[in-house]
C-alpha cells in the first residue's frame, strides 16, 4: 500500500470516527436540543450569565424556518468550497504545465510553436 493511500485511509477514517462517535456515545442526550449550532449555545450561555442583555444589533436577514437557515448555511458552505477546489486545481494545473513545459525543454524539444521555421510551417 503506498504512503499516500495509508494518509487517505487514515484521514477518512478519522473524519468517519468524528461524525459517527458523538451520536454512537450519546454526547447530546441530557440537552432538549443535542446539536444546536454555535451561536444558539452561546445566547444560553450570554443569557444564563445576565438575564436582561439587550444585543447591539439584529440580523440583517432572519430565515423564516429553521430549514432555510439550514439550507442557506449548506449553500454558503457549498460556495466557499467551490470556490477553494477551483483555486486548488488550478494552482495544480499550474504545477503540472510548469513540470511539461520544463520537461520538453530538457528533452530538447521547443515549446509550442517556438521554433519552428517559415519554411517547415509552408
Known amino acids: 500500500m503506498k504512503r499516500h493511500t495509508k494518509i487517505n485511509a487514515l484521514l477518512l477514517l ?55 437557515e439550514s439550507a442557506l448555511f449548506a449553500l454558503q458552505a457549498a460556495l466557499g468550497a467551490g470556490v477553494l477546489a477551483y483555486y486548488f486545481g488550478l494552482r495544480r494545473g499550474r504545477r503540472q504545465g510548469e513540470e511539461r513545459a520544463r520537461a520538453r525543454q530538457d528533452d530538447g524539444h521547443a515549446p509550442d510553436g517556438a521554433g519552428k521555421s517559415t519554411a517547415e510551417g509552408a
Open 14 to 68: 478519522a473524519v468517519v470516527a468524528l461524525a459517527v462517535l458523538p451520536l454512537a456515545l450519546g454526547l447530546g442526550d441530557h440537552k432538549k436540543e443535542p446539536f444546536t449550532g454555535a451561536d444558539s449555545e452561546a445566547e444560553t450561555a450570554i443569557t444564563k450569565i445576565e438575564p436582561d442583555y439587550e444585543p447591539w444589533f439584529s440580523p440583517l436577514y432572519e430565515p423564516p424556518s429553521g430549514e432555510i
